[in-house]
């Protein structure tokens, strides 16, 4: 058994959506419910906060320069240097409600990221998008409930996708041409008592890290057999996403939430909100950068 390590103790509302930037070698990570985005420089432990003004699920970097976000309004480039936020597609104008939460980037380039009510009562209120490089936006997953990991195999063949409320990872036939996806079905059914499976990892084994919600850590498991092959435990119990970075991409880290705890529960496990690391033997996989 293996635990994870607090490296960053930063009191997060709603830690999410770490990715590794091989540009600068940091760390983005976001802060979805105080319309934060973070810089985390693991060489100088430095971790630098970005107001966006609006909720922030996820960001990816931009092949042409800087990053990608896809926030409350829609998806949007974001430029760090002069801290300018510009939306570019806003495919569910028309529901407000909505607010889009956890995606990435496809082999192609393609982001693709997925909605949810914000107050999430109605199961089958998001949608999963894909953003192609030339701006144009399709629905791909139709009444998802809460929108969250996504990874692709190194075939290019298979997608990943978490639906949370379903307690499953479900697998898609993946047309890296066209960015089509076909053929759903489970791939892995989460064990009773591990929670909701929440950001997820793809390592160069093609073996996935989900992050368990509610479940106390980060779980391998092979999507071919559907087995679960390790835990890693993280102290605390509300584990969001990870991700591969540092040198050889053998370092994961680990992000973590405060919401939903009460004082009770955040006095037993202090650490909630933290970024968690653990230094591994398999190496992970380098996130594509939007091509657009
Ligand atoms: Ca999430």
């Given at each position: 058994m293996s635990e994870a390590s607090?490296?960053?103790?930063?009191?997060?509302?709603l830690g999410e959506g770490p990715i590794w930037d091989t540009r600068e070698s940091v760390l983005w990570w976001i802060d979805i419910n105080e319309c934060r985005l973070h810089r985390f420089d693991p060489a100088t432990n430095r971790n630098e906060a970005f107001e966006i003004g609006q909720r922030v699920g996820t960001v990816v970097p931009r092949a042409s320069g800087g990053l990608m976000l896809a926030v409350q309004d829609g998806f949007a480039t974001y430029d760090p240097e002069i801290r300018k936020l510009g939306v570019v597609?806003?495919?569910?104008?028309?529901?407000?409600q909505n607010r889009f939460n956890d995606g990435k980037c496809d082999p192609a380039g393609r982001f693709w990221a997925g909605t949810l009510e914000l107050v999430e009562?109605?199961?089958?209120a998001g949608t999963l998008y894909c953003l192609y490089p030339d701006g144009r936006v399709e629905p791909r997953?139709?009444?998802?409930g809460i929108s969250n990991g996504i990874v692709w195999t190194s075939d290019k063949e298979t997608m990943y996708f978490i639906d949370?409320?379903?307690r499953r990872v479900d697998a898609f036939d993946y047309?890296?041409?066209?960015g089509e996806i076909s053929?759903?079905?489970?791939?892995i059914a989460l064990p009773e008592g591990m929670g909701y499976p929440d950001g997820m990892a793809i390592d160069s084994e093609d073996k996935l890290w989900v992050a368990l919600w509610a479940g106390w850590g980060v779980a391998r498991f092979d999507?071919?057999?559907?087995?679960?092959?390790e835990k890693i435990d993280v102290k605390a119990s509300q584990v969001t996403a990870c991700a591969f970075g540092g040198p050889g991409l053998r370092d994961l880290y680990i992000t973590t939430a405060r919401?939903?705890?009460d004082d009770e529960a955040l006095k037993a496990q202090p650490d909630a909100g933290g970024m968690f690391h653990i230094k591994l033997d398999v190496a992970g996989v380098p996130s594509s950068e939007y091509a657009g």
């Open positions: 607090l490296i960053l103790d930063v009191r997060a509302t597609a806003d495919p569910e104008a028309h529901l407000p009562e109605d199961m089958t997953v139709p009444d998802v949370s409320p379903t047309d890296n041409e066209t053929n759903r079905r489970t791939a999507p071919i057999t559907g087995d679960l092959l919401r939903d705890l």
